[in-house]
């Protein structure tokens, strides 16, 4: 019998220091509230242990915050809750991928992580350019990044993915060549290029309100994320979704179950979960986390409707350069895609946002497309029946 199929993430919401574009769920903490929250997470992955233990886990996936920022005692613990949810099995690869920033990791430390079964790391760089480092709040150099590969390559974990942004305060296109050419020197397996959002609550963001940030104009944007893609495919990287680039086979098994609305459980502060058809949320306040009991969140469910799911499946879908099946989609849904876009899809088409494949069973977003991907999704909007 063939199992169910889960993805888990754990979320350890701390860091050295909050950057300021940063809107994600971390702060800084004393080691006191960290040793705390790692026995909570214990204790929630432990009451989930028996309700997937009919799931085959596909990935897992530690992010944050800076999950690094624990101690080693602290990652033992880490460790003691991953194993009450999944044990490595000899006989298949499962991606455990764990997201470290430079200059918070050490021998030690990558011990722990590989006695955990951690065979991918996502390093947090941004930028190789120590002066853009310091305006984004980085507690990091561009050496404290080499020295953080070198370590991971005497701990053997070679599998590794690189973060960098670009549209930064003061950023420009040399310089963004020049991190995008620091980085593929080192050779990762995978790279992720995203480019700066201003969110609300950030410090960027109130910078931003008062005219203090010098950001490129749209079409530098444009240009570097053009410049992205053609100098990472002359370095052996295919572009497989909008913000991420991998080597052949080297994709992350787990944010493409995401992309393609596989089951995923969100333990830890604040994750999120899409699980048996219903998304919930975990608490977001720290001290009740702390305190409360593990639960199912059941009556904090939403049952994702037919609707949201077909929308879903477009919008995630697309993301990818693969984009979407249409046989899958009409299976999926017992629908007839192009019928139900029978105005929207040739219209896409013919203005170069949407390309389908030569079997046209397959539609993806074009260059033009992406540049303009919120407006292109949004034209798949359903109305309410």
């Known amino acids: 019998m063939t199992k169910k199929k889960v993805a888990i993430y754990l979320h350890i919401p701390f860091c050295v220091q909050k950057c300021y574009y940063c809107d994600f769920l971390s702060a800084p903490a004393e080691e006191r509230?960290?040793?705390?929250?790692?026995?909570?997470?214990?204790?929630?992955?432990?009451?989930?242990?028996?309700?997937?233990?009919?799931?085959?886990?596909?990935?897992?996936?530690?992010?944050?915050?800076?999950?690094t920022s624990?101690?080693?005692?602290?990652?033992?613990?880490?460790?003691?809750?991953?194993?009450?949810?999944?044990?490595?099995?000899?006989t298949r690869h499962v991606e455990f991928t764990v997201e470290m920033n430079p200059g918070t990791v050490d021998a030690d430390k990558l011990s722990v992580l590989k006695e955990m079964?951690?065979?991918?790391?996502?390093?947090?760089?941004?930028?190789?350019?120590?002066?853009?480092?310091?305006?984004?709040?980085?507690?990091?150099?561009?050496?404290?990044?080499?020295?953080?590969?070198?370590?991971?390559?005497?701990?053997?974990?070679?599998?590794?993915?690189?973060?960098?942004?670009?549209?930064?305060?003061?950023?420009?296109?040399?310089?963004?060549?020049?991190?995008?050419?620091?980085?593929?020197?080192?050779?990762?397996?995978?790279?992720s290029a995203y480019s700066l959002i201003l969110e609300k609550g950030t410090a960027f963001f109130a910078q931003a309100k008062k005219g203090l940030l010098d950001l490129p104009d749209e079409d530098t944007e444009r240009k570097m994320d053009e410049?992205?893609?053609?100098?990472?495919?002359?370095?052996?990287?295919?572009?497989?979704?909008?913000?991420?680039?991998?080597?052949?086979?080297?994709?992350?098994?787990?944010?493409?179950t995401y992309w393609r609305m596989g089951d995923y459980l969100g333990l830890g502060l604040g994750a999120s979960s899409y699980f048996e058809g219903a998304r919930f949320q975990n608490e977001t306040e720290l001290s009740?986390?702390?305190?409360?009991?593990?639960?199912?969140h059941s009556g904090l469910r939403h049952v994702v409707t037919k609707k949201e799911q077909m929308e879903e499946f477009v919008f995630l879908g697309l993301r990818m350069t693969s984009g979407i099946s249409l046989t899958e989609y009409n299976?999926?849904?017992?629908?007839?895609?192009?019928?139900?876009?029978?105005?929207?899809?040739p219209m896409l088409l013919e203005n170069n946002?949407?390309?389908?494949?030569?079997?046209?069973?397959?539609?993806?977003?074009?260059?033009?497309?992406?540049?303009?991907?919120?407006?292109?999704?949004?034209?798949?909007?359903?109305?309410?029946?």
Not at 154 to 179: C, E, H, W
Request: with cysteine.
């Open 288 to 296: 009740v986390y702390l305190q409360e009991l593990p639960q199912d």
């Open 331 to 345: 299976k999926w849904f017992s629908t007839d895609f192009r019928k139900q876009y029978q105005t929207v899809l």
């Open 117 to 191: 079964g951690v065979n991918r790391v996502s390093v947090g760089l941004q930028s190789a350019d120590d002066a853009e480092l310091q305006r984004l709040g980085r507690i990091h150099s561009f050496a404290d990044f080499l020295r953080t590969v070198d370590l991971l390559h005497k701990a053997s974990l070679t599998n590794f993915n690189v973060d960098i942004m670009a549209a930064l305060p003061g950023q420009n296109i040399a310089s963004y060549r020049r991190t995008l050419q620091a980085v593929t020197a080192v050779s990762p397996a995978h790279i």
């Open 33 to 67: 509230i960290k040793t705390l929250y790692v026995e909570a997470l214990l204790r929630e992955c432990e009451y989930w242990k028996e309700r997937i233990s009919d799931y085959e886990v596909t990935s897992l996936f530690v992010g944050g915050g800076t999950p």
């Open 227 to 256: 410049i992205t893609e053609e100098y990472l495919a002359d370095c052996g990287y295919h572009r497989y979704e909008i913000s991420n680039y991998a080597k052949n086979g080297q994709e992350c098994v787990h944010n493409t």
């Open 70 to 90: 624990l101690s080693v005692g602290q990652l033992q613990t880490l460790q003691k809750a991953v194993m009450s949810l999944y044990q490595p099995d000899k």
């Open 353 to 385: 946002l949407l390309a389908e494949n030569e079997n046209r069973d397959r539609i993806y977003l074009t260059k033009r497309g992406r540049d303009v991907s919120n407006a292109v999704l949004a034209e798949f909007l359903l109305e309410e029946e």
